[in-house]
């Protein structure tokens, strides 16, 4: 291993790159890629890549990338995209039909405001738009977790018991374009942690049906098939974070991460880069006095709803930040975690952070200092952070 000083994008390319290589002796690796702020950087470094077998397409449109990513997956080989903000709204028909033909497609999503008007900054509303798509969805903290993400992306997705595409996610500029150190393993370490895939339903030799007609029973069938795939994403992942620790020397985060919750009585729930903050504004209040903890929802998809039932157990409040609006409705965080709290929790929503405001640990301070103060939750709290 070596240690290289790099930004998020590069991270994800680099970790694509080493899984892309690793299935040489099988059908090879491909994408179609198209450049968007603040993803660009990825693909950029990526098309500078050689493989042994395969290569990325840059094409005129997210549309076509997805579509490319669908073609390579068709074919049995090993793929990758990177897409943001309107570019994921873009090719949202390719998004499902990826996951609806069971293709192990990997794709880093930079999370970006969706526009107009325009704003290139962090906000979590263009992945969580596609939060019914069927995709694994996962959200990092660090560079160096994009770039294990992305690398167990790939041996998660295209595990047989699986086999759906996964999305890893960081937060525009705040991981994309900062450097930290990070860990990179050699090329015959991924090769020994990636197994060759070997797609059950390529196209080959044997004749295929793609794209056909399904009758209302054959879908039905067809999505509890789909459900079922998903509802075995945890168990399997469990034991990708095994492997993953065995080839590499370290863990990857469990699907949700506590911190300071053995006596808690008010936690704070929040994704991505947020949750770092977090911890510093729980350390704020320990020192204080004051039972607090926080809570790290790390793979959104699928829901971890019985580690958040564990966690939020007996809580008296959970604040749930969320860096996200559904319109008419409130954080689409709160929604989904209100079933996983008990029923005598006050759960208070708090929506920070919009449009990348910079969210500082004095800021979930106060988030904190409000929802101890509160007898009943209310309508979610507007935060302007600035």
């Given at each position: 291993?070596?240690?290289?000083?790099?930004?998020?994008?590069?991270?994800?390319?680099?970790?694509?790159?080493?899984?892309?290589?690793?299935?040489?002796?099988?059908?090879?690796?491909?994408?179609?890629?198209?450049?968007?702020?603040?993803?660009?950087?990825?693909?950029?470094?990526?098309?500078?890549?050689?493989?042994?077998?395969?290569?990325?397409?840059?094409?005129?449109?997210?549309?076509?990338?997805?579509?490319?990513?669908?073609?390579?997956?068709?074919?049995?080989?090993?793929t990758?995209?990177?897409?943001?903000?309107?570019?994921?709204?873009?090719?949202?028909?390719?998004?499902?039909?990826a996951?609806?033909?069971?293709?192990?497609?990997?794709?880093m999503?930079?999370?970006?405001?969706?526009?107009?008007?325009?704003?290139?900054?962090?906000?979590?509303?263009?992945?969580?738009?596609?939060?019914?798509?069927?995709?694994?969805?996962?959200?990092?903290?660090d560079?160096?977790?994009?770039?294990?993400?992305?690398?167990?992306?790939?041996?998660?997705?295209?595990?047989?018991?699986?086999l759906?595409?996964?999305?890893v996610?960081?937060?525009?500029?705040?991981?994309?374009?900062?450097?930290?150190?990070?860990?990179?393993?050699?090329?015959?370490?991924?090769?020994?942690?990636?197994?060759?895939?070997?797609?059950?339903?390529r196209?080959?030799?044997?004749?295929?049906?793609?794209?056909?007609?399904?009758?209302?029973?054959?879908?039905?069938?067809?999505?509890r098939?789909?459900?079922?795939?998903?509802?075995?994403?945890?168990?399997?992942?469990?034991?990708?974070?095994?492997?993953?620790?065995?080839?590499?020397?370290?863990?990857?985060?469990?699907?949700?991460?506590?911190y300071?919750?053995e006596d808690?009585?008010?936690?704070?729930?929040?994704?991505?880069?947020?949750?770092?903050?977090?911890?510093?504004?729980?350390?704020?209040?320990?020192?204080?006095?004051?039972?607090?903890?926080?809570?790290?929802?790390?793979?959104?998809?699928?829901?971890?709803?019985?580690?958040?039932?564990?966690?939020?157990?007996?809580?008296?409040?959970?604040?749930?930040?969320?860096?996200?609006?559904?319109?008419?409705?409130?954080?689409?965080?709160?929604?989904?975690?209100?079933?996983?709290?008990?029923?005598?929790?006050?759960?208070?929503?708090?929506?920070?952070?919009?449009?990348?405001?910079?969210?500082?640990?004095?800021?979930?301070?106060?988030?904190?200092?409000?929802?101890?103060?509160?007898?009943?939750?209310?309508?979610?709290?507007?935060?302007?952070?600035?």
């Open positions: 291993m070596s240690i290289q000083l790099i930004t998020a994008n590069h991270a994800s390319a680099l970790a694509a790159t080493l899984a892309g290589r690793a299935n040489r002796n099988a059908r090879g690796f491909g994408g179609g890629v198209y450049p968007i702020t603040p993803q660009t950087e990825c693909i950029e470094l990526l098309c500078k890549q050689t493989f042994d077998k395969g290569a990325v397409a840059r094409v005129e449109s997210e549309h076509s990338a997805m579509a490319v990513c669908i073609g390579v997956a068709t074919a049995g080989a090993r990758f995209t990177a897409s943001s903000s309107n570019g994921l709204a873009y090719m949202v028909e390719n998004v499902y039909a996951a609806f033909a069971r293709l192990p497609v990997v794709m999503a930079v999370n970006r405001t969706l526009g107009p008007p325009w704003n290139i900054w962090a906000d979590h509303g263009d992945t969580l738009m596609l939060r019914d798509a069927g995709w694994i969805q996962m959200y990092c903290e560079n160096q977790e994009v770039f294990d993400s992305t690398l167990l992306a790939f041996r998660l997705a295209e595990d047989a018991r699986v759906l595409p996964c999305m996610c960081q937060d525009a500029f705040v991981l994309s374009h900062t450097m930290m150190r990070t860990d990179m393993p050699t090329q015959d370490q991924v090769d020994a942690f990636l197994p060759d895939l070997d797609l059950p339903h196209v080959a030799q044997t004749p295929r049906v793609i794209g056909g007609l399904d009758f209302p029973h054959e879908t039905e069938v067809h999505r098939q789909f459900a079922e795939a998903m509802f075995r994403v945890p168990a399997v992942y469990a034991e990708v974070q095994d492997e993953f620790e065995a080839h590499f020397g370290r863990r990857p985060a469990d699907r949700v991460v506590p300071m919750l808690a009585d008010t936690v704070l729930v929040s994704m991505g880069t947020t949750a770092a903050t977090a911890r510093a504004a729980v350390d704020v209040l320990r020192a204080r006095g004051l039972k607090v903890g926080s809570l790290r929802v790390r793979m959104y998809r699928p829901f971890p709803m019985d580690l958040l039932r564990r966690h939020l157990a007996g809580r008296a409040r959970v604040a749930v930040v969320d860096r996200d609006l559904s319109p008419g409705f409130g954080g689409v965080l709160w929604g989904e975690l209100l079933g996983s709290a008990d029923r005598d929790s006050l759960v208070q929503n708090y929506l920070v952070g919009l449009g990348g405001g910079d969210i500082r640990p004095e800021h979930l301070v106060e988030i904190f200092e409000d929802v101890l103060g509160r007898t009943e939750a209310g309508a979610p709290v507007f935060k302007e952070v600035g």
